[in-house]
């Protein structure tokens, strides 16, 4: 017998935007961002896609400077 996925909550548009500029904030990549909140990559970026598209402002992915982070 199989074991189901557990479906991923619907989002609306103002939550996938919150979420968006967290991880902007967070200094995290998308992929660590969503990785580290149980957020499917694909989901993620088609949200980003999507919400452009409807003129929301998303800041583009900053660089990570390897240099400066703190082990």
């Known amino acids: 017998m199989s074991n189901p996925k557990k479906p991923q ?3 609306t548009d103002e939550e996938w935007y919150r979420l968006i500029m967290d991880c902007r ?3 995290l990549s998308d992929s660590q961002f969503c ?3 149980g957020i499917p990559n694909s989901s993620f970026s088609t ?3 999507r919400l452009r598209k409807k003129s929301f402002a998303i800041p583009e992915v900053t660089d990570v400077d390897i240099h400066d982070l703190t082990l």
């Open 9 to 11: 909550p619907r989002r």
């Open 47 to 49: 949200a980003v896609k």
């Open 25 to 27: 904030k967070s200094g």
């Open 35 to 37: 990785q580290a909140n």
